[in-house]
């Protein structure tokens, strides 16, 4: 038993060796996202450590193997929608990422319940959940309506 539990350690010990990767690349400031006060503003409190590159990387993300999880998360976020790169999408894009947002924190999947948990101050409450839906749908009807008139 002995050489179990110092061989579980030595594991943990080396496991904290294997690189991972906590950057924040550098971006573009006119390529962030342009959205009224109030919007930015729960992005930027809900969204941000995932998905732009101005993540805080928390103490834990620095601790093997939850460091390997954490990294992961925060790339697959930001390889889905990136708001410190908006502007790089079309308005096809955008629009299309608007739509996932509003989807995806109705069906309470954003932000992630993990993330919540040692995060609660990242919680929608549905007072910010119906102000990211007026967003979404406002941007769709702008959309439609420039499409009818130039037909």
Partial sequence: MKKIIIGF????????FWPVDRSNPE???ALEI?????IKAILE?????CHSNKT???WYSYVAPVSWLVAYDVEEAREHINFSE????????????KEEICDEVFEGEMPLPKYLKL????ALSEEQKQVIKAWALQED??????????E
């Avoid at 409190?45 to 450590?49: A, E, G, I, N």
């Avoid at 908006?86 to 990422?97: F, I, L, V």
């Avoid at 995060?119 to 990242?122: D, I, K, M, N, Q």
Wanted: aromatic share 10%.
């Fill in 119 to 122: 995060h609660s101050e990242a």
């Fill in 34 to 38: 342009e959205a009224p006060a109030e």
């Fill in 56 to 58: 805080t990387w928390p």
């Fill in 86 to 97: 908006w502007g790089t999408y079309n308005k096809k894009q955008q629009n299309h990422a």
């Fill in 9 to 16: 350690f030595v594991v943990v010990v080396l496991m904290q």
């Fill in 141 to 150: 009807v702008e959309a439609d309506t420039a499409q009818v008139e130039q």
């Fill in 45 to 49: 409190k809900s969204c941000y450590d």
């Fill in 27 to 29: 971006s573009d400031a």
